[in-house]
């Protein structure tokens, strides 16, 4: 993987980390081979340990003193801490949404629901990047900075945990299910519905989650 050549050399390299943890790449559980992957990026050490400090500091890896840096695996208690923020704040963005919302922010929406039934119905594995996209996109229709900069931070980590898990189409399906809700909410202006969905959401996602963690 080749960082694009407009950003820092720092910036490269949080940036390739964070996909190849992100994406499961480098799994959960598993130590990241600083030599093997500054070979692999024609990169020196020192960039390296500077965006794994970064991703440590968001809690998408775990730097142990003296022992190196691995990717957190899922844990149950984590992902029941992980959903009551992210509910606080969701279900918050999204009445914000629906009573900011303009119809540039209802297109998006659309925009990307399409895209990710798109992606659904040719059986790949739904790619993270559409899911982030459109709570970006829901995000960006609240118009609320703050909020959108935590919600961040806790969605790469839901991200981060649910790579280990198998695949689940009827989960995904009931996600894309679950955003048409939203953005029909939010087209209305409707902010308690678009909370009660937003709500309901990520209260099936916690679920899925969850029994795919098997018991704790």
């Known amino acids: 993987m080749t960082p694009p050549l407009h950003l820092s050399l720092a910036g490269q390299t949080v940036d390739v980390l964070r996909e190849l943890v992100l994406t499961g790449e480098i799994p959960p559980g598993e130590r990241v081979n600083e030599v093997e992957l500054a070979q692999r ?67 998006r929406l659309r925009e990307v629901c399409a895209e990710s039934r798109r992606t659904h119905q040719t059986g790949a594995r739904f790619p993270y990047r559409l899911d982030l996209a459109f709570h970006q996109a829901l995000l960006d229709a609240a118009r609320s900075p703050r909020i959108a900069e935590q919600v ?52 099936r996602v916690r679920a899925q989650m969850l029994t795919g963690l098997g018991p704790s």
């Open 41 to 107: 990026l024609g990169i020196s050490r020192g960039p390296l340990r500077e965006a794994i400090r970064h991703l440590s500091s968001e809690g998408l890896l775990v730097l142990v003193p003296n022992k190196g840096a691995h990717v957190p695996k899922a844990d149950a208690d984590e992902v029941r801490a992980l959903f009551e923020l992210r509910t606080a704040l969701e279900c918050a963005a999204a009445e914000l949404a629906a009573s900011r919302r303009t119809d540039r922010d209802v297109d």
């Open 152 to 203: 961040r931070l806790v969605q790469q980590r839901v991200v981060l945990l649910r790579a280990g898990l198998k695949d689940d189409p009827p989960h995904q399906q009931a996600s894309l299910d679950d955003h048409d809700a939203l953005v029909a909410a939010v087209a209305t202006g409707d902010t308690h519905l678009a909370n009660r969905v937003m709500r309901r959401h990520l209260s």
